[in-house]
């Protein structure tokens, strides 16, 4: 599948190579390009081991329906969101592949160590780039580019996979400029996903979900009881998400 961005198609090719061709590249091969878009492990010792786990099952699970990826809200699934997973999404086949704290370059080196062509989804969700926002190590637009090679990454390594890119959450109880940033992000992928289907029709394997949208009041506030903290979600939040998605992933 070709993928149409509203980057040049030049450096989505960089961005796929580098994220195939794994973490041996030296400075200066990465050198002018985003962190976001250049692979690289966690180097924070609390997030290791969890990291090291997503490659083993990303090596030694079987084939699975579906795969999830992301950060801290998709490892989540296994905590505040557990029974909605257990009731929803586990019995479709489906596998975890959050880790706390990823950003998009923390996935791509992922997804170079261990590729997830042989889990062999059919559909593949990916919620990342909060982090890229919210560590400041990226902006919106490096964030975009991140989104966009990820999702690509993931459709070079799934060639039968449709994959669900999911609108990067809300966050923050009320209006403020991170919000602005996300908005930005949001709908440069709803352009990017149109003029992928524009182009390929129904061999189009992209799909956008705003599923945050369902998480804000009429004023634009974030109720406590949908995200305590105002970025990660309850399980009422977890419930909210898995019967959005739930039709789509079933099929």
């Known amino acids: ?131 890229n926002l919210g560590h400041g190590t990226s902006n919106a637009q490096d964030t975009l580019a991140g989104v966009q090679a990820v999702a690509s990454t993931l459709a070079e390594q799934c060639p039968r996979a449709t994959i669900h890119v999911l609108e990067i959450f809300p966050r923050g109880e009320r209006f403020n400029a991170m919000r602005g940033d996300i908005c930005q992000i949001n709908q440069a992928l709803r352009a990017w996903v149109a003029a992928d289907a524009e182009k390929n029709g129904r061999t189009s394997r992209l799909r956008l979900h705003a599923i945050g949208d369902a998480f804000l009041g009429a004023d634009g506030s974030i109720p406590k009881e949908i995200m305590p903290d105002f970025l990660h979600l309850t399980p009422k939040g977890y419930e909210m998400w898995a019967e959005a998605i739930f039709k789509q992933i079933a099929k």
């Open 1 to 131: 599948m070709h993928l149409t961005s509203t980057l040049p198609f030049a450096l989505l090719v960089a961005c796929v190579a580098l994220a195939c061709g794994g973490a041996g590249f030296s400075p200066t091969q990465d050198a002018g390009k985003p962190a976001s878009l250049v692979p690289a492990p966690r180097t924070d010792e609390w997030a290791i081991k969890r990291q090291d786990e997503l490659l083993r099952r990303a090596r030694e699970s079987k084939p699975v329906h579906v795969v999830f990826v992301g950060d801290s809200i998709t490892q989540s699934w296994e905590d505040p969101g557990k029974s909605a997973w257990e009731k929803h999404i586990a019995p479709l086949g489906a596998l975890n592949l959050g880790n706390s704290g990823d950003r998009t370059e923390h996935v791509l080196w992922r997804l170079a160590q261990a590729p997830i062509t042989r889990l062999e989804p059919k559909h593949v969700v990916l919620l990342i780039g909060t982090n």
